[in-house]
């Protein structure tokens, strides 16, 4: 079985809650981190919670959901071991999973309307990492995470 993290700042609540419901009919058990009631939040805060859901192995991906997702994208990126995609359309979610093994899912809660976010999580839910030719970029990201020049 597949556990999620997901989290919000105060623009993404609606969404987040019915992502949760979605993965929870889907037999996903799902955490949501950080305030559900709406209350103003900063993104960053909820980012690195998740973030850390994923690095200590309690969740194996994340959501992640503010106004337009960028935030939360540039957050999470800048913990070690995420790989963090906007996605807008369900080709950038299927791709961030086939060619980037995205961890986690960064979406927009202002320009994305509900029957898309619900497929667009299905497809990122439900696509696997190609590894192959792919494999090879993401030991290059590896090393940059870890200061290194990518080419060594």
Known sequence: ???VAIGSDHRGTAVALAIEQQLRMEGIAVTILGDSSGAPSDYPDI?????????????????????????????????????????????????????????????????????LVKR????????NYEGGRHARRLAKIERI????????
Not at 82 to 106: F, G, K
Not at 120 to 127: A, E, K, L, S, Y
């Open 145 to 152: 995470e870890n200061g290194q020049d990518p080419k060594s």
């Open 120 to 127: 667009i999580v299905d497809i990122w839910m439900r696509t």
């Open 47 to 115: 980012a690195w919670k998740v973030a850390q859901e994923i690095v200590s192995q309690r969740a194996q991906r994340g959501i992640l959901i503010c106004g337009t997702g960028i935030g939360m994208a540039i957050a999470a990126n800048k913990v070690n071991g995420i790989r963090a995609a906007l996605a807008l359309d369900e080709l950038s979610a299927q791709l961030s999973r086939t060619h980037n093994d995205a961890n986690v899912l960064c979406l927009s809660a202002d320009l994305l309307g509900q029957t």
């Open 1 to 3: 079985m597949k556990s």
